[in-house]
């Protein structure tokens, strides 16, 4: 099946400091890719919906200054997470749609801000 | 929100067919019902998704009652390796430029020895 690679898998970061997590479809083009995040024992929050081109698309309560989504070609989005703190401890997790309409996950980042 | 309702939790034997229900009654003529499973501490993996047809692949079944209130996933011979969270979602569909997928709770499927 098509593939949706994340980097980094893993990452910690001193608080207060920004962390970069890629998401890439590594066999097809995605003009769409989405963002969620994910808390310990809960089910994934849909937090951004990446559009290539233009404007991310925030879910409600998303602080859009705080999490810079850019998608600058057909294959890759990346989230920004700005001036991070423990509270944004988290797995971030995208996801896109090929055009048969599958949609792949990547592996996920698990953020640990210190 | 989700539009849809799974139990919480469901075992089954290794070996025997897992059948995990899922209620969307109010689900719309254009929507997809969708499933999807995580195991711990990693993404979603895709297993198969249906309009109104019951579909059938590699991975499992999907079986869609003729009204689309509800729909049962399948695991024929469930082994070990399956035990995971299994969600049901229903979307809009219009290939890569439908709607977004909104996670529920899921099932916590246990498959014991």
């Known amino acids: 099946g098509a593939v949706v690679s994340q980097h980094p898998s893993w990452v910690i970061c001193k608080s207060g400091t920004s962390v970069k997590i890629e998401c890439r479809s590594l066999?097809?083009?995605?003009?769409?890719m989405f963002w969620y995040r994910q808390f310990p024992k809960q089910s994934l929050m849909l937090m951004a919906t990446?559009?290539?081109?233009?404007?991310?698309?925030?879910e409600q309560g998303v602080e859009k200054d705080k999490f810079l989504i850019n998608h600058a070609s057909l294959t890759l989005s990346t989230l920004t997470v700005t001036s991070a703190h423990p509270e944004d401890s988290s797995f971030y997790i995208c996801?896109?749609?090929?055009?048969?309409?599958?949609?792949?996950f990547g592996q996920g980042t698990r953020l640990t801000v210190v | 929100d989700a539009k849809t309702t799974q139990p919480p939790s469901m075992d089954c034997a290794e070996g025997r067919a897992a059948n995990l229900p899922c209620n969307h009654s109010?689900?719309?003529?254009?929507?997809?019902v969708y499933w999807y499973r995580q195991i711990h501490s990693q993404g979603p993996q895709y297993i198969i998704h249906?309009?109104?047809n019951n579909e059938t692949n590699e991975m499992a079944s999907l079986i869609i009652t003729e009204d689309r209130k509800s729909s049962t996933l399948i695991l024929p011979h469930a082994t070990l390796r399956d035990t995971a969270v299994y969600y049901c979602?229903?979307?809009?569909?219009?290939?890569?430029?439908?709607?977004?997928?909104?996670f529920g709770q899921g099932t916590e499927l246990s498959v014991k020895p």
């Open positions: 109010t689900i719309s003529g254009n929507e997809y």
């Open positions: 066999d097809f083009q995605a003009t769409t």
């Open positions: 996801s896109a749609f090929t055009s048969n309409t599958e949609a792949f």
């Open positions: 979602i229903v979307r809009v569909s219009g290939g890569n430029q439908g709607g977004k997928l909104i």
């Open positions: 990446s559009n290539e081109g233009s404007k991310a698309t925030y």
């Open positions: 249906g309009l109104k």
